[in-house]
Nanobody, 125 residues
Framework: QVQLVESGGGLVQTGGSLRLSCAASGRTFFSLVMGWFRQAPGKEREFVAAIRWSDGGTYYADSVKGRFAISRDTAKDTVYLQMNSLKPEDTAVYYC??????????????????WGQGTQVTVSS
């Protein structure tokens, strides 16, 4: 079992920045992929970014490339999502997920076995 706890959400103006954290516990993580997804009201959950715990390899949705950066701290068992140049369309509940996932499937939420409770990000215009 893996437990995930997100933090760092909040209200920010357009163009601002936030850093989300996802603290993981419960098992060894070497073989895991950790991902961030988001869900806006009335929309389906969508992939944002993912990182391979073993070597730090990263993946991004086109909509956030160049603005968001995912990273991990293996000493703290924590994954971060640095979000810059935020836009109103980034407003959503952001979820952290984890699972043993092939690289070609990291954008599929169904592949993730564990999820956090979510943290709200609101970008005002």
């Amino acid at each position: 079992q893996v437990q995930l706890v997100e933090s760092g959400g909040g209200l920010v103006q357009t163009g601002g920045s936030l850093r989300l954290s996802c603290a993981a516990s419960g098992r060894t993580f070497f073989s895991l992929v950790m991902g961030w997804f988001r869900q806006a009201p009335g929309k389906e959950r969508e992939f944002v970014a993912a990182i391979r715990w073993s070597d730090g390899g990263t993946y991004y949705a086109d909509s956030v490339k160049g603005r968001f950066a995912i990273s991990r701290d293996t000493a703290k068992d924590t994954v971060y999502l640095q979000m810059n140049s935020l836009k109103p369309e980034d407003t959503a509940v952001y979820y952290c997920g984890a699972g043993i996932i092939f690289s070609q499937s990291v954008a599929s939420g169904r592949e993730y076995s564990y999820w956090g409770q979510g943290t709200q990000v609101t970008v005002s215009s």
